[in-house]
Every structure is written in structure tokens, then in C-alpha cells.
């Protein structure tokens, strides 16, 4: 079956290193997102994909940076992180156009100290 | 660009009652709207999708949302709550540029 998959499901770091949360589908879709959620604000988006080598700033972009260099895989990389930065980020994917839905992966617990 | 917005962030009823959750969008064009399930320290979960073929549209677990154009609503129910129901509810469209914006959640709690 396809899947999204996410890793690591759980990561602590530091205030001031380089994180970089992966992400993996296997759907073949173009469209691929990266979400954060914290309490009260929901799902935020932080960038998204429509195809290789193509990205895009969502509305909660500074920094964060993604990279698409080929279908599979956005990973998302935290520049040097924040404590602000202190949250649980889904990845997600979709095919093109109309009504089709996003699929999700489970989600990676950061945590900076 | 299209939203949501979700009414009430925590909804609490009793098991065997009515489930209503609200979603209002906002659009001048018909929408892609969608209602996602989220289940302790999970990733979401469709549970049903709004088609345009119908304004009554049924999802998984007994769910069902009905789209009302005039209101610009799309909430969400179920006829009788189960235990199993409690977790956080998303409402979310689909831009004309393939973009997702979700609301901002409302957590269902199932009273015993």
C-alpha cells in the first residue's frame, strides 16, 4: 500500500543547531506539504512542493527551508533552531487539481531546548 | 485565498447524542472542502470529502457534513455519539492553487 512516512517521530535538540525532519511518499503525487500544529492555531503551512524542484514559502516560512529533488521526498530542514520552533510538523501529500485529499504521515515531535 | 473557520474549539455530548460540529468557508467559487479526523498523538485522517455531485455527503464512522451554499456552511454530524468519537476535528479547503488551509480544530469530549 502507499504510504507517507515520517522520521523521526520524536526529536530534541538544541537552540541554535540544524534539524532536518524527513518526510517519504510513496503515492507518486506532485503536491507535497509541510504543517505545523500547536495548540490554538490548528494546522499552519510552512512550505509546500508541486514537483521537483519546486517550492514554495507557506504562511509561517522564517526559518524553515524545504528542498524537492525528486517525487518522493521534502525533506524540511530548521536553519538553526528556536525554542519558538518547539512543536509537532506533519508532512503530507496530494495529487493535482480538484477535489483529491491530502494524506498525512504521523507527525514528528520537536522539541528544542 | 479561501478559508475556514471552525466554531467552537472544544465541543462536549453526551454518548447517544447528536454530534454538531460548524465549519463556515469562505468563497465566492464553489469550494473543495474536507473534514479530517485526528486521534491522540496520530496524523489526520479524511473523513469525508465535499464533491459538488451532492450537498449531503457521507464519510467514514457514521459521519456525514451537508453543504449549504446560501449559509457558507459545511458542518459536520453524526446522529449519536460514541466514546470512540472523542478526538480533534479539522475543517479544511482546497485552494484553486492546490494549497490545503485547515481551521483551527475543535476537540470533541464524549460524556459517559
Redesign the interface.
Known amino acids: 500500500d502507499a504510504e507517507i512516512t515520517q522520521s523521526p517521530r520524536h526529536k530534541i535538540t538544541e537552540t541554535g543547531r540544524q534539524v532536518t525532519l524527513a518526510c517519504h511518499q510513496t503515492w507518486n503525487h506532485n ?1 507535497m ?1 509541510w ?1 505545523r500544529q500547536d495548540l ?6 510552512i512550505h ?1 512542493s ?1 514537483g521537483v524542484q519546486d517550492t514554495n514559502k ?1 504562511e509561517v516560512s522564517d526559518g524553515y527551508s524545504v528542498s524537492r529533488s525528486n517525487t518522493e521526498d521534502l525533506p524540511l530542514t530548521l536553519e538553526s533552531a528556536a525554542s519558538s520552533q518547539t512543536s509537532v510538523y ?1 508532512c ?1 501529500s ?1 495529487a ?4 483529491t ?7 514528528t515531535r520537536l522539541t528544542v531546548v | 485565498a479561501q478559508s475556514v473557520t471552525q466554531l467552537g474549539s472544544h465541543v462536549s455530548v453526551s454518548e447517544g447524542a447528536l454530534v454538531l460540529l460548524r465549519c463556515n468557508y469562505s468563497s465566492s467559487v464553489p469550494p473543495y472542502l474536507f473534514w479530517y479526523v485526528q486521534y491522540p498523538n496520530q496524523g489526520l485522517q479524511l473523513l469525508l470529502k465535499y464533491t459538488s455531485a451532492a450537498t449531503l455527503v457521507k464519510g467514514i464512522n457514521g459521519f456525514e457534513a451537508e453543504f449549504k451554499k446560501s449559509e457558507t456552511s459545511f458542518h459536520l454530524t453524526k446522529p449519536s455519539a460514541h466514546m470512540s468519537d472523542a478526538a480533534e476535528y479539522f475543517c479544511a479547503v482546497r485552494n484553486r492553487d492546490d494549497k490545503i488551509i485547515f481551521g483551527k480544530g475543535t476537540r470533541l469530549h464524549i460524556l459517559p
Do not use: D, I, V
Not at chain 1, 490554538?40 to 503551512?45: A, P, S, V, W, Y
Not at chain 1, 493535482?96 to 477535489?99: L, V
Not at chain 1, 485529499?101 to 507527525?107: N, R
Open positions: 503536491n506539504f504543517y490554538g492555531h490548528g494546522l499552519r503551512l509546500y508541486y507557506g506533519f503530507a496530494s493535482r487539481g480538484g477535489n485529499e491530502a494524506f498525512f504521515g504521523q507527525g
